[in-house]
């Protein structure tokens, strides 16, 4: 069973950077493609990035491509999400997830880590 775990959330000012951590355990990290999301209140859960393991290409959301950077330290079994010009509407909780090998689907989450971007 994988278990991933998020860190690295806080407020920040619009303009600033964030880098997101998440930690994975319970699988081979370096077989799992790891994926970005993120939910703001009364919204819908939105997918940012992923990190494909296979091929280690990397693919973003419109809204976030030049912006976020999706990275991965296979040694260390964590996936990073680094924010740079943090926007007022980038304010959601964030979640890491972790494809499973069987289903192909995203069927590990962690329970999030708050950004608030202030204007």
């Known amino acids: 069973q994988v278990q991933v775990v998020e860190s690295g959330g806080g407020l920040v000012q619009s303009g600033d950077s964030l880098r997101l951590s998440c930690a994975a355990s319970g699988g081979t990290f370096s077989t799992l493609t790891m994926g970005w999301f993120r939910q703001a209140p009364g919204k819908e859960r939105e997918f940012l990035a992923t990190?494909?393991?296979?091929?280690?290409?990397?693919y973003y959301a419109d809204s976030v491509r030049g912006r976020f950077t999706i990275s991965r330290n296979n040694a260390k079994n964590t996936v990073y999400l680094q924010m740079n010009s943090l926007k007022p509407e980038d304010t959601a909780r964030y979640y890491c997830a972790a494809k499973s090998l069987v289903t192909g689907n995203y069927d590990y989450w962690g329970q999030g880590t708050q950004v608030t971007v202030s204007s």
């Open positions: 990190s494909i393991w296979s091929n280690n290409n990397t």
